[in-house]
């Protein structure tokens, strides 16, 4: 079964072709990050303007690319199904993912899969084939039970699965996601956006252990918090300035050094990676799965990777590029749906849900 995936949750325009749930025939990006850079965080209204420009251009090279010598129309005989992000994510980013999907649908006859974003995040562990140069790919799919952490920008949650569609969340943020505390402490030290790869590459010329910071403590050992994190780090990052309280962030950056932005990155990053790994560690302690799956954005942070790979089982990586927002996790979620039974969407009638939980 061939399905294309689209994902248009935030300021990536993506499509892809995915074999089977998990073999990766295309998989294309095209993210606005450039336009958004100035600004230190995404702009909804340029977000989607930037969706609506470049969709359809997407999907074409995505589904040229899965099924190359051959004519359109042939290529789109062989695409099964559609599925698209339902949510969560922006709501104008959303609607032009949807709308597309939906058109598709009915145009060309196919079965429409409506994805949570949050929940495909762990199907690209399940990506396990490519004829794709450039990828590197797990040998082998999670098996249940397993314990994934997914973290992002948006989102930060730990999850048992028993199946499929057989989960429990057993703890979230309840401020800031992980990857929303990387953008705000690079804002805070003067970093470029987006702060996850900026606060990591800053954080290899420093010392992690210079700066002391918290870790929260919260009820449940599951649950995380980062909030009071990234506010210890501005009053550090003060403090180094020779400043109070009362010293304004965005003067911070001209008011630190070089080796004092190196320091804080460095002991922000290993503060935010041992609260991660450490509940992680609780839960296997606890259930354990089969299989653990570390996925979204900030399960590319080399960091986290070094620090998780003692544990056992061994968490389970997507490659690099299916970390951050990407189609192929969400077709690979929808096959399993379809594989499942579970109802397809009514093209006519799907609605965004932007504030989609799990």
Known sequence: MRILGIETSCDETAAAVVENGNRLLSNVVASSVNLHAAFGGVVPEIASRSHLEVILSVIDQAVREAFQGQTPEEAWDQIDAIAVTQGPGLSGS??????????LAIAKKK???AVNHVHAHVYASFLTKT??????????????????????GGHT???RFR?????????????????????????????????GPSVALAAKNGNPNSVKLPKAKLGNKYDFSFSGLKTAVLRAAQELAGQDYAFPSHK??????????????????????????????????????KSVVIAGGVAANQKLRWLTKSLRPTPVFP???????????????????????RPAADPYSLEITPDLSM
């Open 111 to 113: 079965p429409l899969y």
């Open 319 to 341: 490659d690099i590029k299916l970390c951050t927002d990407n189609a192929a996790m969400i077709a690979a979620q929808a096959y399993y749906q379809a594989s499942n039974k």
């Open 163 to 195: 199946g499929h569609f057989s989960y429990t969340v057993l703890g979230q943020t309840l401020d800031d996601a992980v990857g929303e505390a990387f953008d705000k402490v690079a804002k805070i030290l003067g970093l470029p956006y987006p702060g």
């Open 131 to 152: 004829a794709l140069p450039g990828y590197n790919l797990p040998a082998k799919p999670p098996a249940f039970p397993l314990l994934s952490l997914i973290v992002s």
């Open 94 to 103: 959303l609607l032009i993912g949807v709308l597309t999907a939906r058109t």
């Open 157 to 159: 949650q730990l999850v």
């Open 252 to 289: 911070l950056p001209k008011a630190l050094s070089a080796s004092q932005k190196a320091n804080l990155a460095a002991s922000f990053q290993q503060t935010a990676v041992d609260t991660l790994a450490g509940g992680l560690s609780e839960a296997i302690k606890e259930f354990n799965p």
